[in-house]
């Protein structure tokens, strides 16, 4: 990722429009803003999401509250809760998200 032609700004989120994107189950509403070419993300699960596909687009990615499960296509699961973060390069690892309680997370991609 490089961050090119940028100028200094600040995003309130909550004045951001939210959108809406159906799981498998539960849904999540995501708050986005796209800088060129790296689209950055406020989103929030619903407690019962589970996402629809498998993913293999690269994320920075910091759960802000809640608890999120992560389970990659090779079966490891991970768990991460407040104040946790991954990272994954695009193509690495295809991954998708689960929550049983709710999650809130900010996402760069």
Do not use: N
């Not at 490089?2 to 959108?19: H, L, N, P, Y």
């Not at 986005?32 to 689209?39: A, C, K, V």
């Not at 910091?62 to 768990?79: K, P």
């Amino acid at each position: 990722m490089r961050m090119q032609e940028i100028a200094f700004g600040t995003t309130d989120w909550c004045s951001v429009e939210k959108t809406e994107h159906a799981g498998a189950s539960g849904v999540a509403h995501w708050r986005t803003r796209q800088f060129g070419g790296i689209r950055v993300r406020m989103v929030e699960y619903s407690p019962g999401y589970l996402a629809d596909h498998w993913c293999s687009k690269g994320h920075i990615l910091l759960v802000l509250e809640g608890e999120l499960q992560t389970e990659l296509a090779d079966g490891r699961t991970f768990t991460l809760t407040a104040g946790m973060s991954y990272q994954v390069a695009d193509g690495a690892e295809p991954h998708r998200s689960s929550t049983l309680r709710g999650a809130r997370l900010f996402i760069v991609d």
